[in-house]
Structures are given as structure tokens and as C-alpha cells.
T-cell receptor, first 114, second 114 residues
Framework: DAMVIQNPRYQVTQFGKPVTLSCSQT?????MYWYQQKSSQAPKLLFH???????NEADTPDNFQSRRPNTSFCFLDIRSPGLGDAAMYLC?????????????FGQGTRLTVV | GNSVTQMEGPVTLSEEAFLTINCTYT??????LFWYVQYPGEGLQLLLK?????DKGSNKGFEATYRKETTSFHLEKGSVQVSDSAVYFC?????????????FGTGTRLLVSP
């Protein structure tokens, strides 16, 4: 009964080759987030969607983009991955209808850049 | 801005020992406070939360009390198990911007030996 599902769990990509990570949710939450977590560091918010509204963090590099085609799915696109983009990428959801819920996280996708 | 400070790890304990992981925060307004746990290679799982001053969050034997006067949210467990070995993140949510942006501490690794 997984609620926030990230695919794949592990992704290897070549330096400079575009890569897409995916996230789906069965919670019908209206907010979806992407966090980047480098080794031994705290997760860092890249951006989030509030319904269809996209909100980018000020320090998120342009290399990172996101798409949310519907409520259930959200994608993270890295246009030209560099070695410094190797990290765990965490998708999360929360709900802001009739009150607020805490964030629910997926299991993450570990990205390796070679 | 908002921030969370956690004690540095690793914290190394023997099974059945008492655990305290310190967490203090700086925030405007009245944030909600969370403890998340991350097992090796996994995403974040919510361990417990507290949404207002003097609230106590508890789960799986872990407890933390929201102390506004000391701006703290220390995590405690009376008797740790080997299976509790993980990284623990203290976090707060920022309601001021209209969504639940999580600000994390740097994490504390707990190692429990038999």
C-alpha cells in the first residue's frame, strides 16, 4: 500500500545526458515536492507544485525542471547532469485542502552520474 | 530565516540504553515540528510531530515535546534497539509562505550495538 512511489530506485546516467525521475502518489494530495539530498546532508527543497502552480526555490539551478501532468504524477527533469548532481532525490506530498497534513515521502531515487 | 540545529553524530549506544537527540529551532510565528527517520538507502519516514507548544509527539517508543520557551524539540527513547539504527532528522514547517516547506536539521546518525 505504498502511497508515494518513486521510479526508478536507482538511476545511472551519463554526464550531460538528460534524465527524468518520476513520482506518483495515491493520496490525492494537492502539493508535491522534490528534494535533493547529497550524501550525509539534509534534504534541500528544489521546487514544489501547489495544484498546477509551480514554485521554484531561488537557488535551484536552471538545469533542474519539473512537470506535473496531473494530480498523481510529478517528474523531475535534469537537462544536463553534472557529477555534482549525484544525490538521492526525494519526492514528497502534502495536502492543503480543509487543513494541512504533514509531508509524506517516497523511498527516493539515487542518481549516479558517470 | 527559519533554521534547525541538531546535535552532531554519530550517537553510539548499546541496546536498551536511553536515547536523547537534541534539536533546537529558530522560527518566526508558530511552526510545526517533526522528527523524520531515514534508514540506509531509504526515503524519509515521519516518526512523530507536534503542532503547538507543549504538545508531545510519540510513536514506536520515541517521544518529543514542543518547548516554546526553550525553542527545543528533543527526541527521546527509553530503551533503544539495534533496529533503531538510522539517521534522524528534526524539521520544522513554515506556514508563513502558505505551504508546508520543511526546513531540516543536518541529521544525527544513531548506531545501536547488541
Amino acid at each position: 500500500d505504498a502511497m508515494v512511489i518513486q521510479n526508478p530506485r536507482y538511476q545511472v546516467t551519463q554526464f550531460g545526458k538528460p534524465v527524468t525521475l518520476s513520482c506518483s502518489q495515491t493520496l490525492n494530495h494537492n502539493v508535491m515536492y522534490w528534494y535533493q539530498q547529497k550524501s550525509s546532508q539534509a534534504p534541500k527543497l528544489l521546487f514544489h507544485y501547489y495544484d498546477k502552480d509551480f514554485n521554484n526555490e531561488a537557488d535551484t539551478p536552471d538545469n533542474f525542471q519539473s512537470r506535473r501532468p496531473n494530480t498523481s504524477f510529478c517528474f523531475l527533469d535534469i537537462r544536463s547532469p553534472g557529477l555534482g548532481d549525484a544525490a538521492m532525490y526525494l519526492c514528497a506530498t502534502s495536502n492543503r485542502r480543509n487543513g494541512n497534513t504533514e509531508a509524506f515521502f517516497g523511498q527516493g531515487t539515487r542518481l549516479t552520474v558517470v | 530565516g527559519n533554521s534547525v540545529t541538531q546535535m552532531e553524530g554519530p550517537v553510539t549506544l548499546s541496546e536498551e540504553a536511553f536515547l536523547t537527540i537534541n534539536c533546537t529551532y529558530t522560527a518566526t510565528g508558530y511552526p510545526s515540528l517533526f522528527w523524520y527517520v531515514q534508514y540506509p538507502g531509504e526515503g524519509l519516514q515521519l516518526l512523530l510531530k507536534a503542532t503547538k507548544a507543549d504538545d508531545k509527539g510519540s510513536n514506536k517508543g520515541f517521544e518529543a515535546t514542543y518547548r516554546k520557551e526553550t525553542t527545543s524539540f528533543h527526541l527521546e527513547k527509553g530503551s533503544v534497539q539495534v533496529s533503531d539504527s538510522a539517521v534522524y532528522f528534526c524539521a520544522l514547517s513554515d506556514w508563513n509562505t502558505g505551504f508546508q516547506k520543511l526546513v531540516f536539521g543536518t541529521g544525527t546518525r544513531l548506531l545501536v550495538s547488541p
